[in-house]
Nanobody
């Protein structure tokens, strides 16, 4: 499994940009997909919204609402995940979570989460 730690959140004006980072440590080879989720106030963990995902072979997937504005990418050693967020909207004020899914020994699936990073977009 892996350990995840987000950074880079903060306050930004609507229309501005932020870049979130996620430091990844542990068994990197066991990870099949990395992703960013966000959770709105009052919503349960199970209701976190997928923002963007990237598979171990580099395929990406985005929520329709963020396509052409957000970009998910990794560094070459895959021990850091990023989310570049452009033209942010006030309604995207949320806690953003780094997520990793993988398998242990190609048999046992796991899901790991970071603690989250607050993003506040001022209207």
């Amino acid at each position: 499994q892996v350990q995840l730690k987000e950074s880079g959140g903060g306050l930004v004006q609507a229309g501005g940009s932020l870049r979130l980072s996620c430091a990844v440590t542990g068994n990197l080879a066991s990870v099949n997909q990395m992703a960013w989720y966000r959770q709105s106030p009052g919503k349960r963990r199970e209701e976190r919204e997928l923002v963007a995902a990237i598979t171990s072979d580099g395929n990406t997937n985005y929520a329709d609402s963020v396509k052409d504005r957000f970009s998910i990418f990794e560094n070459s050693t895959k021990n850091a995940l990023f989310l570049q967020m452009n033209r942010l909207r006030a309604e995207e004020t949320d806690v953003y979570y780094c997520n990793a899914e993988g398998t242990i020994g190609d048999v046992y699936p796991f899901t790991n989460w970071g603690r989250g990073s607050q993003v506040t977009v001022a209207a």
